[in-house]
């Protein structure tokens, strides 16, 4: 979906003027930006959606500011927008509406990592790659990875449900997430979850705040569940003649049984823009595999011999010897968003998720449709779980419609293949004009009932994931 999506309606000068009164008296003009040229900076995310622009930011540094923040919205009936580090791919942290965006970013404290129990509690700004680091030093691990680590806060992490190269071995951030501390639109604070390893009480309402993309609630501090550190991390790049070989020997490997941490998949047109962005892959490439596997010493060196054998029809099998060619294999996959970014005015990376072994199949179909309608496109991602990143290229701003038809048939043809729209980015702005594409008008009408319950008056974080009024519904 295109960034030309109309806003909806914005609050009422008088609803305005009285949300600015409660502001300055509940939280003081220190943690409250009314100034346009301040506020500019939170229309738009890491998407090509642009929001209304806010009267106010609230810079939340406890939770008590996230409450009165809460408050004063729904006291004021004005709409609010929760966000952290703003790295979103979708519009999840966008302000449709403008009013209230309310910034978590300066949250940011680890408030403990217990060693015995394999926990950490964090609050919601908490820079994810900080977290990493913090949690390795003590030999744990913290596996959900998406991209953006360096820079994605864990607040974002959970309202978004991110993954990441690792999800293939360790699943996504809802496995990790064991309780929240979230609060209602009117500030109301609610605890669900829990601290031990299990807990069944009641209905899993931790399970559902995270991935709701800050409709529901907002977060304050997050506990979350940390594993052993492996080890041991071998990393192995193959390269192939096409993406067709390359997904026999991802069928190779999961038909053995084997579990590598990661198997990251680039197609022609990414190794073309990486190679313009000056890495020296062979030219007669077609498609690489970056695969790392983790565990005992022994048994890592066992996995890398049973990876590399099953990409026997690859051109070559590189394995890294030490972590400063590991950091340099992954600095080059962390860089690619921006290597391709160097390409084209225009991008958008749709996130979408099939079966394994429908991964040539879509890329044959995506082909297609792009040649058919002059759409310039490449295609990376996690082969592992089957999420692809179809990135779409342009130029010229009249070229976007038909980049959304190219979009809309990579959706079509993505459930057709019964996979499904979001494997990690959400649904947001630009995607829910698509969600009945996947779910049925009942799924639909239930969750927008559970939306009325937390929030009977649309006011937290409006206009996302559900079809509304003014877009067009598939």
């Known amino acids: ?22 502001l300055e008296r509940a939280l003081g003009p220190s943690k409250v930006v009314t100034d346009p040229d301040a506020c500019v900076a939170f229309v738009r995310d890491e998407s090509e959606a642009e929001g209304a622009l806010p009267f106010a930011v609230v810079r939340a540094e406890s939770s008590a500011d996230i409450m009165a923040a809460l408050a004063v919205a729904r006291e004021a009936q004005v709409p609010i927008t929760p966000r952290a580090a703003g790295t979103g791919r979708t519009g999840g942290a966008v302000p449709r509406s403008g009013g209230i965006v309310l910034a978590t970013l300066g949250m940011n404290q680890i408030k403990e990592i217990d060693r015995r129990e394999m926990l950490a509690v964090v609050e919601p700004g908490v820079v994810l790659g900080d977290l990493h680091g913090a949690v ?15 820079s994605c806060a864990l607040g974002g992490n959970v309202a978004e449900n991110a993954g990441g190269p690792r999800a293939f071995k360790y699943g996504v951030t809802r496995e990790y997430v064991l309780g929240v501390e979230a609060f209602l639109i009117g500030g109301q604070r609610v605890t669900p979850g829990r601290r031990t390893v299990k807990g069944v009480t009641g209905y899993d309402v931790t399970a559902l705040l995270v991935g709701s993309e800050g409709t529901l609630a907002v977060f304050g501090d997050i506990t979350l569940r940390l594993v052993p550190k492996p080890p041991a991390v071998m990393t192995l790049l193959a390269l192939f003649s096409d993406v067709r070989a390359a997904s026999v020997a991802v069928a190779n490997m999961t038909g053995a049984g084997l579990v590598p941490r990661c198997i990251e998949l680039l197609d022609s047109h990414t190794l073309e823009a990486m190679r313009a962005a000056g890495n020296d892959f062979r030219q007669e490439a077609g498609a690489l595999l970056l695969i790392e596997v983790d565990g005992e010493p ?77 759409v310039r496109h490449l295609t990376y991602g996690h082969a592992g779980d ?21 979009i809309e048939q990579l959706f079509r043809d993505v459930i057709a293949l019964r996979g499904t729209l979001s494997g990690e980015h959400g649904i947001g702005v630009l995607k829910a004009p698509y969600l009945p594409l996947e779910q049925s008008s009942e799924l639909i009408g ?7 319950v937390f929030d009977p008056g649309g006011l937290l974080n409006p206009g996302k994931i559900f079809p509304g009024a003014g877009h067009r519904a598939c």
């Open 136 to 150: 390795e030093a003590e030999g744990l691990f913290y596996p959900p990875d998406p991209n953006s680590a360096e």
């Open 386 to 406: 089957g999420n692809l990143h179809v990135n779409f290229l342009w130029d010229h701003e009249h070229e976007a419609p038909t980049v959304e038809r190219a």
């Open 298 to 374: 022994g048994e890592t060196e066992v996995q890398a011999e049973r990876v590399g054998n099953a990409c026997d029809g690859a051109l070559e099998v590189l394995v890294a010897q030490d972590a400063g060619q590991r950091e340099k294999l992954w600095s080059a996959r962390r860089e690619m968003s921006r290597a391709v970014r160097k390409l084209t005015r225009f991008k958008l990376s749709e996130d979408v998720v099939v079966p394994r072994e429908q991964i040539p199949e879509l890329l044959d179909r995506v082909a297609q449709s792009c040649d058919a309608l002059g």
């Open 446 to 452: 239930l969750q927008r009932d559970i939306k009325r």
């Open 1 to 22: 979906m295109s960034s030309t999506l109309s806003a909806l309606p914005p609050p009422t000068a008088a609803a305005r003027d009285k949300a600015l009164r409660l």
